[in-house]
């Protein structure tokens, strides 16, 4: 029980009883089952908008990824780095910068590799060299990177030039 001191007009302070209703508190069965269905209402479609998400930041990530190793790859023919050709080479779920003629004859010791999702396909592409000195590709090509329906394409032109 819980007291409440009241003010009497002239005779002071006087306690007044007050008394509470002890119903139960809580949640019924009912009420819990339907929050449980709303939130799983809720979730699903955001799961499946989450997945093409990170799909697509994926593809979208594999593109730059591989359009700065073909860069980087020419400006090192051009200028010269370990005197020789440098090349890419994309073997799903990996790419890798190398340092030779081909991939097969390349020197591992300069080698540069990358993990990629291994849920990206590039197709077309295999490896691009790049001539020392002129930075010229090999192959010029249009290559599509694709992920669960999600695609981006780079070109590489005959003169070596990278672009989206």
Same mark, same amino acid.
């Given at each position: 029980?819980?007291?409440?001191?009241?003010?009497?007009?002239?005779?002071?302070?006087?306690?007044?009883? @007050?008394?509470? =209703?002890?119903?139960?508190?809580?949640? !019924?069965?009912i009420e819990?089952? /339907?929050?449980?269905?709303? #939130?799983? &209402?809720?979730?699903?479609?955001?799961?499946?908008f989450?997945?093409n998400? @990170?799909?697509? =930041?994926?593809?979208?990530?594999?593109? !730059?990824?591989?359009?700065?190793? /073909?860069?980087?790859?020419? #400006?090192? &023919?051009?200028?010269g780095?370990q005197?020789?050709?440098?090349g890419?080479?994309f073997?799903?779920?990996?790419?890798?910068?190398?340092?030779?003629?081909?991939?097969?004859?390349?020197?591992?010791?300069?080698?540069?590799?990358?993990?990629?999702?291994?849920?990206?396909?590039?197709?077309?592409f295999?490896?691009?060299?790049?001539?020392?000195?002129?930075?010229?590709?090999?192959?010029?090509?249009?290559?599509?990177?694709?992920?669960?329906?999600?695609?981006?394409?780079?070109?590489?032109?005959?003169q070596?030039?990278?672009?989206?």
């Amino acid at each position: 029980m819980r007291y409440v001191m009241q003010k009497k007009p002239s005779l002071g302070f006087t306690p007044i009883k @007050l008394r509470f =209703n002890r119903s139960k508190s809580g949640f !019924t069965l009912i009420e819990l089952l /339907l929050v449980v269905t709303i #939130m799983l &209402a809720i979730g699903a479609p955001s799961s499946i908008f989450l997945s093409n998400f @990170l799909t697509q =930041n994926a593809v979208s990530g594999t593109q !730059t990824r591989l359009i700065n190793q /073909l860069r980087k790859a020419q #400006m090192y &023919a051009v200028i010269g780095k370990q005197d020789g050709d440098w090349g890419v080479r994309f073997a799903s779920p990996t790419m890798t910068l190398f340092q030779g003629n081909t991939f097969a004859t390349r020197n591992p010791a300069f080698d540069e590799i990358f993990t990629e999702n291994p849920n990206i396909t590039i197709s077309g592409f295999s490896e691009i060299i790049f001539t020392k000195t002129t930075g010229l590709p090999n192959t010029f090509n249009t290559y599509t990177i694709t992920g669960n329906g999600n695609s981006k394409q780079i070109t590489v032109n005959s003169q070596g030039v990278v672009s989206r």
